[in-house]
């Protein structure tokens, strides 16, 4: 490749790229960025992340390489997971439903709502006011 890679880019960064990423030092690099700065003739400083066999970033590097040594890798996908291609859609709450708020507005984990949060439930009897205002002791005869 002597082409300049772009951000995106999947790369082979091995031997053929520099000296310093032979044998099991090769990686695949993601590019994010290309350096502008002037470097020796058919060189360039790339930004990148090294992804692993699955493709997840696990470092972010920046490499001094040769272009002409640079190769693209293949975009592999992950491999499926078992059984996962034949697992059932998740079943959806009803309409209107609302789960318990598990965080307040900061993002905070708050205490799950106690399992009655949110239903109506009746209040204390209510209290006959006259019953009410008479002395202690009396029952209202005459």
């Known amino acids: 490749m002597n ?17 310093q990423f032979a044998g099991e030092r090769a990686l695949r690099l ?12 058919g060189w360039v400083w790339l930004t ?9 970033a696990t470092a972010k590097r920046e490499v001094f390489v040769r272009l002409a040594g640079l190769r693209h890798a293949p975009a592999t996908m992950p491999p499926p997971r078992a059984g996962r291609h034949n697992a ?25 709502p106690p399992p009655h949060a949110g239903r109506r439930t009746p209040g204390p009897p209510a209290v006959d006011s006259e ?10 005869a005459r």
Do not use: N
């Open 48 to 56: 990148g992340y090294v992804l692993d066999r699955r493709g997840a």
């Open 3 to 19: 082409a300049r890679p772009g951000p995106g880019d999947l790369l082979i960064v091995d031997r053929a790229a520099s000296v």
């Open 131 to 140: 019953v009410s205002r008479r002395p202690a002791g009396t029952d209202g």
């Open 30 to 41: 993601r590019v994010v960025s290309v350096c502008d700065r002037p470097t020796y003739d």
């Open 88 to 112: 059932d859609p998740p079943e959806t709450p009803p309409r209107g439903h609302r789960r318990p708020r598990t965080h307040d507005r900061e993002g905070r984990r708050t205490a799950a």
